[in-house]
């Protein structure tokens, strides 16, 4: 692809308000790719509810209030179209089909990079929070931190692979879960929660008990879920106590920002038992519900926290979605609707996930 091709300017969607529930297109200069770096022509852009913490700041955990202007997203797709100098060496090639993800680049050398859990980088950029993100028609990016996307999978549908369904993946193996073993997921509806469904009942044979609002039980189902229990059913641990011959599952994973389903949790787990902590609850930080170190101990449970995974989990997760186990649950929608995709994801009107068409 001859660089001519390239505009000068692009469109991109900003967070004109941050604070509030917002977003505005505008019309951006595109970049020059620096050294080591790959300037790619995004087609499609997921958008997670970690968008929406980081739009609205609700976040009490960030350090610093989101800018204005500021390009979020961090699930995008699209081809390479020039290469900065040095950036040959990581092996892309132009038009190769790449993804960006939530970490938009690592610095390789610091203790968590060093132990393979580049997901939480020490001097990492996150995409869409201070480094321009997905939500952009082209984008610059570290070329060794990119990951190709496989033949034949679709654009669109790998989109949301690259937080969404690497996150889970990569929760699903720490929770120590094996094959045959009960687990619950919370928030099993959401853009994470239907593709866990799918990748622990089909990628690592576990017994899924999906856990939503009643409105979400056929997508819960129909993405491997042996049992629903609808939120407006009565008392959930009751139930999962039940299903499970009193004892509970092996592992909780909380993929709700919901504070409500991290008080739930704990009580949901067996001896051994393990609560993963993935959804970021907005407004005060409060604590996990019943999660007393006398009960962990008697009952030899723990609580972990996962944030994304790493650059192998990304590529496994992938190859997942290419080998045709999982199949996101999406619509697509242009740029121009995505304060009103938010809107409906605050509201908690979303079935699945939403990608936008960048084209």
Same mark, same amino acid.
């Given at each position: ?22 977003? %505005? ?8 790719? +620096?050294? *080591? ?23 009490? /955990? ?6 204005? /202007? ?5 699930? $995008?797709?699209? &081809? ?12 892309? &090639?132009?038009?190769?089909?790449? /993804? ?21 980088? !020490? ?9 321009? *993100? ?24 790998? !989109?949301?692979? @690259? ?25 099993? $509806? ?5 593709? %866990? ?15 939503? !609002?009643?409105? &979400?039980?056929?997508?819960? @189902? ?10 407006? #059913? ?11 011959? +009193?004892? /509970?599952?092996? !592992? ?15 009580? @949901? ?19 996990? +519900? ?7 101990? %008697? &009952? ?8 994304? $995974? ?9 190859? @997942? ?18 304060? #009103? ?19």
């Amino acid at each position: 692809m001859a660089d001519v091709q390239i505009p000068k300017t692009y469109k991109a969607a900003v967070y004109d308000a941050p604070g509030s529930i917002s977003t %505005a297109v505008k019309e951006l200069e595109t970049p020059e790719p +620096g050294p *080591g770096e790959v300037l790619v022509n995004l087609t499609h852009s997921g958008v997670c509810h970690s968008d929406l913490g980081v739009m609205t700041c609700s976040w009490r /955990g960030l350090p610093f209030p989101t800018p204005k /202007g500021q390009v979020g997203g961090h699930e $995008g797709v699209g &081809k390479v179209v020039k290469l900065g100098p040095g950036a040959e060496a990581s092996g892309i &090639k132009v038009d190769d089909r790449v /993804g960006i993800k939530w970490m938009a680049g690592i610095c390789g050398s610091c203790p968590p990079c060093l132990e393979g859990r580049d997901g939480v980088c !020490a001097n990492g950029k996150i995409s869409g929070y201070y480094t321009p *993100g997905t939500f952009q028609q082209y984008v610059l990016s570290p070329a060794n931190y990119v990951t190709r996307i496989p033949d034949g999978l679709d654009s669109a549908a790998a !989109a949301p692979m @690259l937080c969404a369904g690497v996150t889970v993946y990569s929760a699903l193996r720490k929770s120590g879960a094996q094959s045959g073993q009960w687990i619950a997921l919370l928030g099993a $509806g959401g853009g994470l929660g239907h593709i %866990a469904a799918q990748i622990a009942s089909k990628g690592m044979a576990l017994r899924v008990i999906g856990i939503d !609002a009643d409105s &979400k039980k056929q997508l819960v @189902l129909d993405s491997g879920a042996e049992h629903f229990i609808g939120l407006g #059913e009565g008392d959930v641990v009751a139930k999962v106590l039940e299903l499970t011959g +009193g004892l /509970g599952v092996q !592992a909780a994973l909380v993929l709700t920002a919901a504070n409500a389903a991290y008080a739930s949790a704990p009580r @949901l787990i067996k001896f051994g038992g393990c609560v993963v902590c993935v959804g970021i609850p907005e407004g005060d930080m409060v604590p996990i +519900g019943t999660a007393f170190p006398q009960l962990l101990v %008697a &009952k030899e449970q723990s609580i972990i926290g996962v944030a994304v $995974g790493n650059r192998k989990d990304a590529i496994e997760t992938l190859d @997942l979605a290419a080998r045709g186990l999982v199949k996101v649950h999406y619509r697509t929608e242009k740029m121009e609707k995505l304060t #009103e995709v938010f809107q409906e994801m605050h509201e908690g009107k979303l079935h699945g996930r939403v990608v936008l068409d960048l084209q």
